[in-house]
Each structure stands twice: as structure tokens, then as C-alpha cells.
């Protein structure tokens, strides 16, 4: 055997080494790798049918909103219909109810003119 047999038997079993202490981490990370893809997998297959749920409970959501919506817009219509119901209740019976209030003022100080003064009694 010659020197360079030597140093190449040493540098084969230096690589061997190198390579035996590499794997270890690569077969470690290899293991963290496959738990990884079983925590996800388990994670999808819990997250999948809360989204379904959740989707129905958004397609319930829109469908009640909707039905909200319908009975906002019917009480806007009745309460601009009330609206305009006491405006004209105003102005038929606020007329004629001012000019009775006027009468009334009217003949109340007409019938103090003509009723005599009473002396106040000591």
C-alpha cells in the first residue's frame, strides 16, 4: 500500500463518518416531516366540517338579513304613511280648532264686558 492508498482509505473513512452523522439530523427531520403532514391532515379533516357549517350558517344569515331587510322597509313605509296621516289630521282639525279658540277667547272677554264689575268686600 502506498501513501496515497492511505490518505484515500482515510478520506473514505472520514466521509463515511461524515455521511453516519448526517444522517442522523436527515432521518430526525424526516420524522418531523411526516408529523407535520399527520397534524395537518388531522387539522383538515376537523377544519372541513366547520366550514361546511359554517357556510350554512352564513346562507341562513343572508336569508334571515334578507327577511329583516323587507320588515325595515315596510316599517318605513308605515311610519311615513303615519307621517303624513298626522299631518292632515293637523291641518283638518288644527283649522277650525284654532278659530273655536279664538271664539271662545272672544266671548269670554265679551261676556266680561257686559257682566258689571262686583265691589270686593272689605
Excluded: C, Y
Amino acid at each position: 500500500m502506498t501513501g496515497g492508498d492511505i490518505a484515500g482509505l482515510i478520506a473514505a473513512g472520514v466521509f463515511l463518518i461524515l455521511v453516519a452523522l448526517l444522517a442522523v439530523p436527515i432521518i430526525k427531520l424526516g420524522g418531523v416531516f411526516d408529523e407535520l403532514r399527520r397534524s395537518i391532515r388531522e387539522s383538515t379533516d376537523e377544519i372541513t366540517p366547520t366550514l361546511a357549517e359554517t357556510q350554512v350558517t352564513m346562507a341562513e344569515t343572508n336569508k334571515q338579513l334578507a327577511k329583516v331587510d323587507a320588515i325595515t322597509t315596510n316599517v318605513h313605509e308605515v311610519t311615513s304613511n303615519v307621517n303624513s296621516l298626522v299631518a292632515l289630521t293637523a291641518a283638518t282639525v288644527g283649522g277650525p280648532l284654532i278659530k273655536l279658540a279664538g271664539f271662545s277667547a272672544a266671548a269670554v272677554a265679551g261676556f266680561k264686558a257686559l257682566r258689571p264689575e262686583r265691589s270686593r268686600r272689605k
